[in-house]
């Protein structure tokens, strides 16, 4: 008898090219985001999105639908996430979920 869950690995060979974010998407996503003590600052900068977590500023890679990575080796994964006005109001990473305070 096999148990299990029913996820699917991520096959290399059919990994499907994620296009960058454009202006107005980046433009979404700008703003402060806080889970006490931690702060996430999202910007735009020579059109590239801009993380600054840790006081280090990292640029951001779209990795998927309002998913990004960012970090030294972009070890870092980020999902944002609209609020109930379907505006950008949530971002989560790791742990953490943190709400836009800015």
């Known amino acids: ?7 699917k690995f991520d ?3 059919k990994t499907v090219a994620v296009p960058p974010a454009g202006e107005s998407e980046m433009k ?3 703003g402060t985001y806080s889970h006490a003590p931690q702060t996430w600052e999202v910007s735009v900068r020579d059109g590239k999105m801009w993380m600054k ?14 998913k990004f ?4 080796q972009s070890e870092n994964e980020v999902v944002f996430v ?21």
């Open 1 to 7: 008898m096999e148990l299990g869950l029913g996820l």
């Open 11 to 13: 096959d290399p060979e």
């Open 28 to 30: 979404e996503y700008v």
């Open 53 to 66: 977590f840790d006081g280090k500023d990292y640029v951001m890679t779209k990795s998927g639908e309002r």
């Open 69 to 72: 990575t960012f970090g030294e």
């Open 82 to 102: 609209p609020g109930k006005s379907g505006k950008i109001e949530f971002l989560f990473t790791e742990l953490y979920g943190a709400k836009r305070i800015r």
